[in-house]
């Protein structure tokens, strides 16, 4: 494959992490801008690698956009606002608006460099929580269009996002690729420097999502462990790294253009089932305990992808178990957060 330069928006993020790197271990050059508004400055393997230039910047600034795209072949758009359901609970409002003028600015300067014959198309990182109001499982792509719409801001939201890139492409012919990322695990995912700390229990947190919340609970001694709801929650957790190789495909496919993709694994597991799996691992010798409290308004029940467009379209399976992600993102926590269960 002829190496392309690509830029990618919001790459201090999590899956930022994951995406930049594998593009970068299959040559190509990578161009990243984030304005640290998450997680704040954070290192990362590939800092100096001479393919990767980092911009400490805001995507909102469409001038800047349209200097960085001058010469990119490809453009992945996961700048936002976006964190677990206490995060989106918490910020109804700005997710939505802020949301908006990133994807605005985004696709502003998409359609600049289209026009000038340097993009190929833009991807658009969107969210499961597009599928928020749905009442078919498995969920495949096309219930995008047939589902009620999501009734969370932050799901509406980058449902909106979807219809940015379909616009572009019925007024200017622009490219895109959708790609929905289900229950992204791995490491890299810290405290949250803008979320205010939500207590559960005995312990408060300003993470993100369950599985890190869980294993931090459980780490610093959370015994019983508070769990929102009943935890018959369906969930499909799915790597960082898988993710990643998933999207990758999705943009350098040439049957993936004006397509848009679950990219997830077929394993689903319960909440409840979760919180057991992470406290066998922490604490083998103890009886699992927990209490159940009360749910967020937005706590959707089941997110059960189908994935075989994926699969026949990408060729893209994710392989990594829940078990080893697990043994990952544990072992990481411990030294990172210097906790020992």
Excluded at 65 to 82: E, R
Excluded at 177 to 195: L, M
Excluded at 196 to 202: A, P, Q, T
Excluded at 321 to 335: A, F, G
Aim: aromatic fraction near 10%; charge should be positive.
């Amino acid at each position: 494959m002829k190496k392309q330069k690509i830029l990618v928006t919001g790459s201090a993020g999590f899956i930022g992490g994951y995406l930049i790197e594998e593009l970068l271990c299959l040559g190509h050059t990578v161009v990243g801008i984030d304005n640290y508004s998450k997680y704040g400055r954070v290192e990362k393997s590939y800092d100096k690698n001479p393919n990767y230039q980092f911009i400490h910047g805001d995507v909102k600034d469409t001038d800047l956009l349209k200097k960085l795209l001058k010469d990119c072949d490809y453009l992945i758009a996961g700048a936002a606002k976006i964190g677990g359901i206490g995060y989106f609970h918490q910020f109804a409002y700005d997710l939505l608006a802020e949301n908006e003028r990133i994807t605005a600015s985004t696709f502003d300067g998409a359609i600049d460099a289209f026009k000038k014959n340097c993009l190929k198309k833009i991807i658009v990182i969107s969210s499961s929580m597009v599928f928020e109001s749905t009442k078919t499982f498995p969920t495949a792509e096309d219930k995008v269009l047939k589902s009620p719409p999501p009734k969370s801001t932050y799901g509406f939201q980058k449902l909106a996002c979807e219809y940015f890139a379909k616009g572009a492409w019925q007024q200017y012919k622009l490219p895109f690729t959708i790609v929905r990322p289900f229950n992204c695990v791995g490491i890299g995912e810290g405290q949250v420097v803008s979320g205010k700390k939500i207590k559960s229990g005995n312990i408060k947190l300003a993470m993100s999502h369950v599985v890190p919340d869980l294993i931090f609970k459980i780490l610093k001694g959370q015994n019983p462990v508070h769990i929102l709801g009943d935890g018959k929650q369906i969930r499909h957790f799915t790597y960082g790294g898988d993710i990643a190789q998933g999207i990758v495909k999705a943009v350098f496919s040439p049957k993936a253009q004006n397509q848009d993709f679950n990219i997830s694994t077929s394993q689903g597991t319960t909440v409840l089932k979760l919180a057991k799996l992470i406290w066998r691992k922490i604490n083998p010798d103890k009886k699992f305990r927990f209490i159940s409290d009360k749910p967020y308004f937005y706590d959707v029940q089941k997110r059960i992808p189908d994935v075989t467009k994926a699969k026949r379209i990408l060729n893209f399976k994710a392989e990594t178990s829940l078990n080893e992600m697990l043994d990952t993102v544990i072992d990481w926590m411990k030294k990172t957060l210097n906790l020992k269960a």
